[in-house]
């Protein structure tokens, strides 16, 4: 075999990416800001993840440094504080301490402004950045109005708060600078120039590729120009090119910001702390974690979802409970005490109501269904005695179990079979439709392993 049918070998399926020439651009402007790319990260599209990193030469095993950025090349608070033309748009005169808003809203306006340079001027020092972030975006934000109507509740509920943020903050960015002119067109902001559209994408720019960082660590500047605009901590920043890491469940990563020995800078280094082999070879993807997240949130924040998730569970709601009462003939023929759901529900037991594919049913779901579908006395202090008092004296709740786990089973049936009626489906519906499956698969697994045995 030869040099080059080897190395074909080796690298498998991968392919190069469509950013390439932003990245190269943004490869030099890293460089000149001190980075130097010690473990040969390069950028590559995987086929089961898309664009993500891999090490040409480097081999990794856990505790190896995967990369260390110079905190200089990041987009942080420090980087808006010392951006005089981003902070003149923003007098300050006009903030309201009953008005903020969040740090990553900022950061997403703070994007279109630079976009904006680049379009008029060709002049932003972040223009190459822009040109390695993705045109759209996944989350379930994003679908047709025909596909939010085949989704469950629990996706909707997050994805109607994004949608009553993003246009509150937006309506509080027209109030501060809407009506100014930019100097380079004449055209005026939130009117011409940053769109509503525009905001949604830059929001989820921020919201999908943002790492934290502990904003105290940086030098702080002589005084804040934003602080009285934001309502929470400056903990995040864009890290461009590491930005490009994709998620695993299967690894355990750190991030941290480390002094330069022998001077006043700072590295943002990121560090690989556990795999699930020995080590990666060159060409494999390297990953990181963005925290033990289940695919609920991995779906609705950053718009995709893993199978077999080893953080993931299956959350219920008291609203499942009661709809599982009205549809089920033998549980709709008994009655139920209203004193029970009001307890439930002042003490926030309906909270943390999951089942985990190892632990079987929480504590709380347990609680739960025990309260409502076994226990006779509805008075306080005996309800109070059980809720709190010993597990060991619940009555059995699995066949209650197996019917809740049954009908949302049927339910999510039904989202699928919605969403494929559909005559065809936009991108973030085809990830939403893939998350459905896998919610059913878990649910049939759990199902296989808790209930069957036992029914
Ligand atoms: C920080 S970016 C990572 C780089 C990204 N793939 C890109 O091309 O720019 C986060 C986004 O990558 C994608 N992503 C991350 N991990 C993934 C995974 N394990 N499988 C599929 N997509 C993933 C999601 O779209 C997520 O919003």
Redesign the pocket.
Known sequence: MGRTQRQRHRRGPQTTIDSSDSLHVLFGQLHALGWRNHSQLSALNFP?????LCSKRTRFQAGDELIRLPASCLISIATLESDAQFKALFNTDLFDKDSRMSFQSLVACYLMHQQHLHDTTQNSPWSAYLGTL?GSY?TPYFCAMSELQCLPESVLERTVAQNRQIRDYYQLLKSLVGAQHCECCGQRYCEDIWTLEEYRRAYFAVN??SVYLNAHQLQPPARSHFRALLNGSANLALAPFL??????DSVRTTAELQLVPGSKSQDYVLTLDALSKPELRPYEQLFISYGALPNLKLLTE???Y?ERNAHDYFEFTLSDIEQLIAHNKQLAAQSYHRNIFKFIREHNLMDQMFVHIQDGCSHNLRVVLHLIFKQQAHFPNVLNQIAFGDVDQFDNVQPELSYLLAHKIKEYRGFVGAMEQLPQLTESGTVAHGYLLECLRYLHDFEAAHCEANS
Do not use: K
């Open positions: 089961q993840t898309g664009r993500g993705p996944t999908t590729r930005d490009l890491f994709n998620h695993s950053y718009g995709f893993l």
